[in-house]
Nanobody
């Protein structure tokens, strides 16, 4: 059974850093684009944060996080990461990883989702 499990969230001060992980089981993710989304606790406002192609050769970022966040993957560990630096209060959200059905971020449909991990940026 396909499963995605996020970890690494928590409470951090503005300007701080966190590294999120998304571990996949039940399938090997090395053929698929992977992405991070975020949403508010009330379930509203889902936003695409970043995407990485199956090989890791192509990445894409929302304008709001570009230059601060870095997505990466370790296909040998079946895991995707999101390094978040210079965090701002507006980054507070539940971060969810998703698996696409294609290798390219531009064509993948993200239909497999984790439960998410809470990130709170506050002083």
């Amino acid at each position: 059974q396909l499963q995605l499990v996020e970890s690494g969230g928590g409470l951090v001060h503005p300007g701080g850093s966190l590294r999120l992980s998304c571990a996949a089981s039940g399938f090997t993710l090395d053929h698929y684009a992977m992405a991070w989304f975020r949403r508010q606790a009330d379930g509203q406002g889902r936003e695409a944060v970043s995407c990485i192609s199956s090989s890791g050769g192509m990445t894409d970022y929302a304008h709001s996080v570009k230059g601060r966040f870095t997505i990466s993957r370790d296909n040998a560990k079946n895991t995707v990461y999101l390094q978040m630096n210079s965090l701002k209060p507006e980054d507070t959200a539940i971060y969810v990883c998703a698996a696409g059905d294609a290798s390219d971020c531009r064509t993948a449909d993200f239909g497999s989702w984790g439960q998410g991990t809470q990130v709170t940026v506050s002083s």
